[in-house]
């Protein structure tokens, strides 16, 4: 931003709101006057009253966070309300926030999801995200996972690398949706394509496995070497069993959670169920503040799971996860499985 022309104090002193939300900003940061709140605050109001959405999020701002003034939470709440009504996806954020955290006003979930319906009826990919993630979880609202799924999908539509994957998962397992190994295979593409390293891991699966794709090992073992290189565990762990001698944990966060792990597994996806007990297996660290237990009951009933279900490695791995078990203790963990697929199941009727 340089400094303001004649031009533009002259078009903001006639009201044209606009350069009057510039001009404010030139005095709320100083650039080519001196700074000046006051000042700011004093166009962005003049602006707001013509109708700008803009000035009307930027006066709702300041008053959330206290900028050029005390904070006030009930003026907060009162441009953002008029931004949001004005069509502001910042300002239908902001009012599902305050909703949600009863900053200013009774809190009320009812209207927090309302205003993160506008802001995501309007494409804003955070908006979006939140309310699948909400009706997936099931704690501020009812759980809803066909709802769940559509929002995934909507964020899928509006180019949202997550939800491109979250999508691609849910067409790959027949979650919300019936199962398509095409479209989760396109879904794939579009998120590795996006730079997505558990993306990439997936699209090989499908590759390896032949799932909405051809059967194409090349193809599976490139994919693989570039999601590892991205901090995939999942795809470092594949490489690992085919050459154990190799570096393949490049280290930092992998793409996948432990916990977005166990979800997939108990979802029914066979590569997840494979890489938790993997996991318990080795002890596998995720990252520095999260490992995997070193368990081998555990290990023994993902990797069964992931054999049932044809995951590549599983069934020479469950073998060999039963030579570290008593008897009794591959009994207990076949019980354990029960209990598990009681769980899955329960899970499915859900949807």
């Known amino acids: 931003m340089t400094e303001p022309t004649p031009d533009l104090r002259a078009q903001a002193e006639l009201g044209l709101a606009s350069a009057q939300v510039t001009l404010g900003r030139h005095y709320a940061t100083g ?10 605050l004093r166009w962005w109001r003049r602006a707001a009253d013509l109708g700008s959405q803009e000035a009307q999020y930027l006066l709702g701002h300041c008053a959330s966070v206290g900028e050029f003034g005390p904070r006030d939470p009930a003026q907060a709440f009162a441009w953002f309300l008029k931004a949001g009504e004005h069509g502001s996806v910042e300002a239908q954020l902001q009012l599902a926030r305050i909703h949600e955290e009863g900053d200013g006003v009774p809190r009320d979930i009812v209207q ?57 998962f849910n067409f790959k397992n027949g979650i919300g949706v019936a199962r398509d190994e095409r479209e989760a295979a396109l879904r794939f593409r579009a998120a590795a394509d996006a ?16 799932l909405g794709m051809p059967l194409d090992e090349a193809a599976a073992q490139e994919l693989f070497q570039l999601s ?35 979800r997939a597994a108990l979802w029914g996806d066979p590569e997840a169920q494979f890489h938790l007990g993997y996991s318990h297996h080795h002890g596998l660290c995720f990252d520095e503040d999260e490992r ?5 009951a555990e290990a023994y009933v993902w990797i069964s799971l992931a054999a049932e279900n044809g995951a590549r490695f599983a069934a ?24 598990v697929k009681e769980e899955m199941r329960a899970l499915r009727r859900l949807v």
């Open 31 to 40: 650039t080519g006057v001196p700074r000046d709140g006051a000042e700011a």
């Open 112 to 168: 927090a999801v309302r205003w993160l319906r506008k802001a995501g009826e309007n494409g804003d990919e955070r908006a979006q995200l939140r309310l699948a993630r909400l009706y997936e979880e099931g704690d501020l609202i009812p759980r809803d996972l066909g709802e769940s799924v559509r929002w995934y999908r909507i964020a899928a539509d509006w180019g949202s690398r997550k939800a491109q994957l979250v999508t691609g």
């Open 195 to 210: 730079g997505d390293p558990l993306a990439t891991y997936y699209l090989g699966v499908c590759y390896l496995r032949g």
């Open 228 to 262: 590892a290189h991205g901090g995939c565990s999942a795809a470092q762990v594949v490489l690992d069993i085919q050459n154990p001698w190799g570096d393949h944990y490049t280290g930092g966060d992998a793409p996948g959670s432990a916990a977005w792990y166990r």
């Open 292 to 296: 995997i237990p070193l368990d081998q």
């Open 316 to 339: 020479e791995h469950k073998d060999l996860v039963a030579r570290h078990l008593s008897v009794e203790e591959v009994e207990l963990a076949q019980e354990r499985m029960s209990l």
